[in-house]
């Protein structure tokens, strides 16, 4: 919430995917998730250069909570922001 708060958008990409094992390990998907999303926001905002692994990163927790559709969706854009 602290780096939300900064705007610091390349801070909350690198943490949620520092915690995304955590957050699957715990069974915490839902946690895990919204941070992501949170994180993406902020990314798309300021036009981060870690917004392709956090969209990424973001589809898998989507995956994994059964959301196919959104997370094919997801992993798209990430990929393509990836490549560049």
Do not use: N
Request: proline share 0%; net charge negative; charged share 20%.
């Amino acid at each position: 919430a602290w780096l939300e708060r900064r705007r610091d958008a390349d801070g909350m990409l690198r943490l949620a995917g520092a915690l995304a094992m955590f957050w699957k390990m715990e069974g915490q998907l839902h946690e895990g998730r919204t941070w992501s999303a949170r994180a993406v926001a902020l990314g798309h905002a300021s036009g981060s250069a870690r917004l392709g692994m956090g969209l990424i990163g973001l589809a898998t927790m989507m995956h994994m909570q059964g959301d196919e559709a959104l997370a094919l969706e997801t992993l798209a854009e990430g990929l393509a922001l990836a490549e560049v």
